[in-house]
């Protein structure tokens, strides 16, 4: 199983290959485009007007939004891995941030 260190390290090499943008501003705008699409594909989480949530849809809309950030966290040389290690695991653990908005949700898988 790669770690996450190597999948942005595989991510970041065949972005070059396929010869892909390494300005900072497409790369936020694509990222923000695909959580877009994150957010579409969920609709059907929250009311029945939407049809049926697609989770092969929902994968392959959050693994386009990993590749934005992923590569993001490239270009400026971040090890994406260390850093979640260290803001989410460590520092944020810190605080009690346990959100009552789950109960909402209609999707329980
Ligand atoms: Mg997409």
Not at 2 to 8: E, I, W
Not at 38 to 60: F, I, Q
């Amino acid at each position: 199983m790669a770690t996450l260190t190597d999948l942005q390290e595989r991510v970041h090499e065949a972005r070059i290959t396929r010869g892909f943008s390494m300005e900072p501003a497409q790369m936020i705008a694509m990222l923000a485009e695909e959580v877009r699409e994150v957010a579409r594909t969920l609709k059907p989480a929250w009311s029945n007007k939407y049809g049926n949530l697609s989770k092969e849809n929902l994968s392959n809309e959050l693994a386009d939004a990993l590749v934005c950030v992923l590569a993001l966290g490239s270009r400026f040389e971040i090890d994406l891995e260390r850093a979640v290690e260290e803001k989410f695991f460590k520092s944020d653990a810190k605080r009690d941030r346990k959100s009552e908005l789950w109960s909402l949700c209609s999707f329980n898988p």
